[in-house]
């Protein structure tokens, strides 16, 4: 796809003026980071591949959570490769939690109508918060793969203690103290360009996508091997 030229008034606001230069930090970390790039560019070509082979699939339900994981991966690349790192993290908590959501729903098929039922009443949303726990659905992971559940553990955790849910960590990574002679100023990094704070964030984002799509093996393993999925991870694993 062709880039657009900036309409008329872009850039004179403060909103489309961010956005100008978390374009410029993606085309930067795209040139200069060539090797997390890679890993990042084959995560995505192994989720299309899936996708397109998920036609006529009896396991049509847990698509739906394929491409919503598939989304959020593309959203935290472009936020982790502009370093917006603390918002990163919290994309990266969705995609595996759209990943677990779809194991779940897949192997306890009669939770669909109480999923697909949550906004039908409060009582509805009861049922739904009782039986969609975290914990649970994580738990689900393990019985069907102890490495992979276990691996999507610790990267659930990882995304919280590092911008998923507001905490200290999140908050004092992104925070420059400067004291000046009659005052400290407190400020706080909404894009951070340093190549040594995004190859971490870029390789978690890897990390996650090969987790994602990992936990959906058990429920297409066959169209996984047919298509070379699984052959393409396990070479994607080496190093992260």
């Known amino acids: 796809m062709k ?3 900036a309409p008329a008034m872009w850039g004179r606001d403060e909103v489309s003026n961010i956005l100008d230069v978390a374009r410029n930090n993606e085309f930067s970390t795209f040139a200069n980071l060539k090797s997390e790039m890679g890993r990042l560019i084959d995560i995505d070509l192994s989720f ?11 396991d049509w339900f847990a698509a739906f959570f394929v491409l919503r994981a598939h989304s959020n991966f593309l959203a935290a690349c472009r936020m982790g ?18 990943a677990l959501y779809g194991v779940f729903l897949a192997k306890n098929p009669e939770f669909r109508e109480t999923w697909l039922r949550r906004h039908d009443s409060e009582e509805h949303k009861k049922v739904v918060r009782k039986e969609f726990k975290i914990g649970r659905m994580i738990e689900c992971a393990k019985s069907i793969d102890a490495k992979e559940g276990e691996v999507a553990q610790q990267l659930y955790e990882q995304t919280i203690d590092h911008g998923a849910h507001p905490n200290e960590r999140a908050l004092m990574r992104s925070l ?30 890897a990390q996650v996508g090969v987790c994602t799509l990992s936990l959906f093996r ?11 999925v699984t052959d393409a991870l396990d070479h994607i694993k080496r190093g992260i």
Do not use: W
Not at 48 to 58: A, M, P, Q, T
């Open 3 to 5: 880039l657009q030229e």
């Open 48 to 58: 299309r591949k899936v996708i397109d082979g998920l036609n006529h699939s009896k």
């Open 81 to 98: 490769m502009s370093g917006q790192i603390p918002e990163c993290y919290a994309l990266l908590r969705s995609c595996i939690e759209n």
């Open 176 to 205: 420059q103290i400067e004291e000046k002679e009659d005052n400290v100023e407190f400020l706080s990094i909404y894009l951070d360009a340093a190549p040594d704070h995004l190859k971490p964030i870029l390789k978690t984002t």
């Open 218 to 228: 058990p429920i297409y393993k066959e169209r996984y091997d047919i298509l070379g």
